[in-house]
């Protein structure tokens, strides 16, 4: 009897099977074990992809010929493209394929685009003649069959990276049971390695691979990010034996439209005074699935009218009202996703106009000569060192003063990023004013030639975008995964990604509309080609008008936000084990 009892407790209790649909035992697949070979491959990954996307714009100038505003613009659209298409590939995972096998189909194309990409750098054919002066305006543009080469590589990867990017950490994930104390405990562990492994992976790509492209060649440097991915994803694949699996369990687009489509059929309706005449199922049987029944609110109220009891079951015509509840709370939540656009559009900049004055600076220091692109480490590090000074010291501090578990609220530390955002452009005005002042003085404007003034004068907004980056980007992902719904994490997740992929479209949109406007009736405009005769100046004070503007707006959406009021068992043992691991995290007030 007890070996029977000791068998039946070493299968996983969340309902991950293997590849077969068979129930686990956690003795032989998941953990630690399945998980270093993801986190292994994530590593890799990750030097591929910025190994790629650090160094695209001084590609795109350098060796395509593109003028500054082009090329700008075509980075933050294949980023932002990169960014939008984890929501289909989530969708597909959680309708259709499963993470795994939506993984896999991914990673051939991924991989397929690395190769097409390599071999776009590598073949004269498929590039145009070197140039001397590729700022000057005269060098030979890359024809359309070059282009629709390079650029059809580019979008194929972001394709699949649509489709590996928010799977590969939720298989991580699931290899931890949220049922066994020991295996919930060991999940926060991986989140810290998940979190190692980027950062690793982005700091080897900002500084090796960017100095490879920019001074061996780029058939090396594009060569060993393509050979670093399918290295990575041979890794993947050898932990299959190890790995456990989830089921599909239906999108959450799905559930959200029926509610839609139901309180709209029944818009004419009265609501019923007294909420518990609502649909709902028992508390029994959320409880066989594992699942958390949420309790009508009266925001939002129209949608309450999915759940009016009209004789009808269908799915499309009655709703749950925990299933109205989760759909107010994804909408709840949109005026804040507004908010985090301004803030991304000030990220794409990083890879774009901060690196394209990189290029006109000194950048030597003796023999050796900086890549442009190689600074984006700094952003990195900056972000390291600003989260443990957060946890460490920031929260310990506030705590006093606020009595708040966390220091301070998710959405006062966004207003804190968005601030040092508004700062970080103020700062970059500045930087920039100063260059082009010594430009002049050396006569340089017309000529664009190198200005006399070292690269890191531009160090301070790179650090500052770390620091900006350690309040808004992490509480931004912190809070959609916080307040989203028990069953809707995944899309919750998803709206971190889209307003970076949202933020990088409007900065293109941005920069393409201001360079056109500043040059009509015969003004010389604020972006050039020649960045030397520009004024970046103007355009980053700018952006730091935006930003203001914008903490306008974000202090009005966040002063009328209602938090979610249920608080499901799963988060309370996460609040547990951050009480150990991060201070900054111990409690999961409701109003934190």
């Known amino acids: 009897m007890g070996v029977e009892e000791g068998l039946a407790d070493d299968y996983t209790q969340d309902g991950t099977v293997d590849l077969k649909g068979n129930p686990v035992r956690r003795s032989k697949r998941g953990g630690w074990r399945a998980c270093s070979f993801v986190v292994v491959y994530e590593v890799f990954e990750r030097m591929a992809f910025y190994g790629i996307s650090s160094n695209l714009l001084i590609y795109l100038t350098n060796r395509l010929h593109q003028g500054t505003v082009v090329a700008a ?21 959680d309708a259709y394929l499963g993470r795994f096998w939506t993984f896999i189909v991914a990673s051939i194309i991924y991989l397929s685009g690395m190769s097409l990409l390599t ?76 979190m190692f492994s980027i950062f690793f992976g982005t700091l080897f790509a900002n500084i090796i691979l960017v100095y490879i492209q920019d001074n061996i060649g780029w058939t090396l440097g594009y060569g060993l990010p393509t050979l670093g991915l399918a290295i990575s994803i041979g890794i993947f694949v050898a932990g299959i034996p190890f790995y456990r699996h989830k089921v599909p369990a239906g999108s959450p687009f799905s559930r959200m439209g029926k509610v839609l489509v139901a309180a709209a059929r029944k818009r004419k309706l009265p609501l019923p005074r007294d909420v518990k005449e609502l649909y709902e199922l028992d508390l029994e049987e959320y409880t066989k699935k594992r699942k958390f029944r949420m309790e009508a609110t009266p925001s939002l109220s129209f949608l309450n009218k999915a759940s009016i009891k009209t004789g009808s ?105 968005i601030v040092l955002h508004m700062l970080i452009m103020v700062v970059c005005s500045l930087v920039e004013r100063r260059r082009l002042a010594v430009a002049k003085e050396h006569g340089v404007v017309q000529s664009g030639a190198q200005v006399p003034l070292s690269i890191f004068i531009l160090l301070p907004q790179f650090i500052l975008m770390g620091t900006a980056d350690a309040f808004m980007e992490v509480s931004k992902i912190e809070f959609f995964y916080d307040q989203a719904p028990e069953s809707m994490k995944s899309l919750g997740t998803s709206y971190s990604t889209t307003a970076i992929g949202t933020g990088n479209f409007l900065s293109s949109f941005l920069l393409s509309t201001v360079a056109d406007l500043t040059k009509r009736n015969g003004r010389k405009g604020w972006i050039l080609n020649n960045l030397n005769a520009s004024h970046l100046d103007y355009y980053y004070g700018f952006f730091a008008i935006l ?11 966040s002063r009328y936000y209602v938090y979610k009021a249920e608080v499901s068992d799963s988060i309370r043992l996460l609040t547990e084990e951050l009480k150990e691991k991060a201070p900054s995290k111990e409690s999961n007030n409701p109003h934190s």
């Open 73 to 93: 613009n075509n980075v933050t659209n294949w980023v932002g493209a990169v960014w939008m298409t984890p929501i289909l590939g989530a969708y597909i995972a």
């Open 119 to 194: 071999m776009a750098v590598s073949l004269p054919t498929l590039r145009p003649p070197p140039c001397a002066e590729p700022t000057s305006g005269h060098c030979e543009k890359a024809s359309s069959l070059q282009l629709a080469v390079y650029f059809g590589a580019l979008y194929i990867l972001a394709l699949g990276t649509g489709g590996t990017k928010p799977n590969i950490s939720t298989i991580g994930a699931d290899q931890f049971d949220d049922f066994h104390p020991k295996e919930k405990k060991q999940k926060l562990s991986f989140f810290n390695w998940w």
């Open 313 to 417: 079951t269908h799915p499309w015509r009655l709703c749950t009202v925990t299933e109205v509840e989760e759909t107010k709370q994804m909408i709840r939540m949109i005026p804040i996703l507004f908010a985090t656009f301004v803030p991304s559009i000030m990220l794409a900049q990083v890879n774009t106009l901060f690196i394209k004055q990189g290029t006109t600076l000194d950048r030597k220091i003796g023999n050796f000569e900086i890549p442009p692109a190689s600074l984006s480490g700094f952003v990195t590090v900056s972000l390291l060192v600003s989260i443990g000074l957060y946890d460490r010291v920031f929260v310990k501090i506030m705590r006093k003063f606020t009595k708040n578990p966390r220091g301070i609220t998710l959405l006062q530390r966004m207003g804190i990023g």
């Open 547 to 557: 930003n203001f503007l914008n903490f306008i707006f974000f202090l009005v959406v």
